[in-house]
C-alpha cells in the first residue's frame, strides 16, 4: 500500500462522511462525484481500467446527472431569491 | 415583379449582404432567431393562447381545491384511533423485521469458513484455471472478458436484466402517457413546457463543441466495445461511454431537435433492448445446452488476438453495450421529460 | 547529454505546470464570487494541464504514448473552457443581484 493510494481511501472515506453530514443536497451530490472520481483512480491503481472507465462514466458522470434532474424535478435545488422561494 | 422582390428579400444573396454588413452581432442574432424558432415550432394565435392559459388556469383551480380536500380527509383520519393503532403496529412491525434481519444476517456470519483458510473458496483451484486455462478455451486474450461472458455468461445476463428491469420500472413510474383519444394528457403538456425553459436554446458554443466530440466518444465507445475480448473494456464500459455520449448530445442541442434523430425513439429503443436481450439468451442458451450435453457447438473459436475470434464473446459485447447504451438514455430523458 | 537535455525540459514544465496549478487552487480558495472563482479553475484546468502534460510529453519522447497525451490534452482543452462557459453562462442567467458584483462595460 503505497502513500497515493492510502491518501485516496482516505479522500473517499471522508468524502462518504461529508455527504452523509451536509444539509445543502446540491452539495453533497458533488462531493459524491469527486468521491467517485477518487474511486475510479483507485481501479485504475488495481489495473483494471474497465471498471475504472465504468466508474468514471456512470458514477462521476451520469447518477449524479440523474440527480441533479430530480432534485430539479422537485425544486430542491434553493435559489438565492431573497423570499426563499426554491427556483431551479 | 413585387413576387419576386418578395424573394429577393429572403434569398441567399440578400441575406449575405445584410450579413457582410451587419458584422458580427448581426450573425450572433441570426443564429439565435434560428435556434429559438427551431425551438418552438407551433405558433399559436393570440386568442388561442388566452384561450389555453385560461384552461390552464381553471384546472390549476381544480388541482388545488382536490389537494386541499386530500389533505383534509388526511388530517381527520389521522386523528382517529385507527390511525394510532396503525401507526404503533407499523413501528412494532418495524422493530421486529429489523432484529429478524439483523439475526439472520449474524447468524450467517457464524457460519462462514474461518480467514485464511487454506480450503476456502477463494484459494481453490478456479481462479488458477481461469488464468492457466483462459485463453486457451475461450479464446479470448483479456481474461476478464472471458470470464465473464464465458464461464460466467448467466451472471452478465442477470446484470442486463437488472437493467431491463430498472428500465421498465422508471418507465412505469415516470413515463407520462398518451390520453384515450391519442392526445397528450396536461402532465405531459406542462412537463413538455416546463422542460423547454431550461433548454440552451441558444448555446451556440455548447452545440458546436457537443458537435465535435459527440462522434469522438460515440466511436470511442463502440472501440471498446468490439475490443471487449482483446483489451480492457467491454460491454458495460462502452455501453456506458455510448451513453454518456448520448446525454452530451441531448443536453446541447435539446430535446425537440434530439426527438427528429432516428436513434433516439422509444421504438428504437424497445426494439434494440429486447432484441439484444433475446439475442443474448438465444445464443448462450444454445452454447449451454450443447455444452451440457457434450454436443459441439459448431462456433469456431478463431485464433486469439483477432478481432473475430473468441466464439461467442463479440456479439455477446455487442448485444450487453447496446442494453447499456440506451438504457442510460431512456432513464436521462425519463427523469427530465417523463417521456421520450 | 540528451537524456540531460531531455530531463531538465519536462521537469522545468513539469514544476511550472504544478505551480500553476497551485495557485489555481489557492484563487479557488481564495476568491469570493463565483466568476472570479471559475477564471481561477479554469486557468488551472488549462494551462495547468498543457503544462504538466508536455512535461511528460517531452519525458516520454516520440513514443506512442506521447501521442495519447496530446490527445488528452485536445480533449481538456476542448471541453473545459466549454464547461467553464456553462457555469459562468447559468450565473449570469440566473443570479438577480449581479449588479452587486459585476461592473458592465459599455462599447
Known sequence: MDFLSMMLLAFILICALIVCLTRNLLTSIIILMSQSLAMSVIWILLESPDLAITEAAVGAGVTSLLFFVTLKKIHAIEGDSKDGKAER | MAKLRDNYETSLWARFLRWMKSGSKGLERSMIRALEEEAEPSQHSEAEQLALEKAREEREMQDHERERAIQERLHLWSKT??????????????????????????????????????????????????????????????IVGGMILNYRAFDTLGESHVLFVAACAVMMLLRLRLDKDGRPTREKLDAEADDRKYEPHNDV??????????PCLLLFGIYVVFNGHLSAGGGFSGGAIMGAALILYVNAHGLTRAGRQPLFGFKVFKYITFGALAFYSLAKGYSFFMGANHLDSHIPLGTPGNILSAELILPLNIAVGAVVAWTMYSFYVLFRKGDF | MMAWIQFIVGASLISAGVVVLALSVLGVFRFNYVLNRMHAAAMGDTLGILLVLGGLIVFSGFTFLSLKLLLTIIMLWLTSPVSSHLIGRLEVHINERLNEHVREVKH
Open chain 2, 205 to 214: 458554443i455548447l452545440q458546436k463543441v457537443s458537435s465535435l466530440i459527440v
Open chain 2, 81 to 142: 384511533r385507527g390511525a394510532r393503532l396503525m401507526t404503533f403496529a407499523y413501528r412494532l412491525a418495524a422493530v421486529v423485521i429489523c432484529l429478524a434481519v439483523i439475526f439472520v444476517l449474524l447468524s450467517s456470519v457464524s457460519m462462514l469458513p474461518e480467514f485464511g483458510r487454506s480450503d476456502n473458496p477463494a484459494n481453490n483451484e478456479v481462479a488458477a484455471r481461469y488464468i492457466e486455462k483462459g485463453i486457451e478455451e475461450t479464446g479470448a486474450v483479456n
